[in-house]
Nanobody, 125 residues
Framework: QVKLVESGGGLVQAGGSLRLSCAAS????????MSWFRQAPGKEREFVAAISSSGVSTYYANSVKGRFTVSRDNAKNTVYLQMNSLKPEDTAVYYC??????????????????WGQGTQVTVSS
């Protein structure tokens, strides 16, 4: 049984930082692209960041580029999202996702095989 478990969310003031973690089990972690998505109330789920299976390549939404960093530790089956300079518009539930997918599909939520339950990030102004 595949499980993705996010942690690290919380309440932070604008300009602050948070580090999210996503621990995976039940899958060959090193074969999967790992991504972060987020969903704010009343909005569709949107792509945030992705990291290739080897960890060599990373990709970001324009809205977070330069502020967020995605990384992974294949020995620990864990992917991270370091979020700096947080803004109120970053407030959302953050989800990690896993899939064996081509680069051209990273930003599409529909192609991922596995999802975590999400962790709430709230940024106050």
């Amino acid at each position: 049984q595949v499980k993705l478990v996010e942690s690290g969310g919380g309440l932070v003031q604008a300009g602050g930082s948070l580090r999210l973690s996503c621990a995976a089990s039940g899958l060959t972690f090193s074969r999967h692209v790992m991504s972060w998505f987020r969903q704010a109330p009343g909005k569709e789920r949107e792509f945030v960041a992705a990291i290739s299976s080897s960890g060599v390549s990373t990709y970001y939404a324009n809205s977070v580029k330069g502020r967020f960093t995605v990384s992974r530790d294949n020995a620990k089956n864990t992917v991270y999202l370091q979020m700096n300079s947080l803004k109120p518009e970053d407030t959302a539930v953050y989800y990690c996702a896993a899939g064996i997918i081509p680069r051209t599909s990273y930003a599409s939520a529909y192609v991922y095989d596995y999802w975590g339950q999400g962790t709430q990030v709230t940024v106050s102004s």
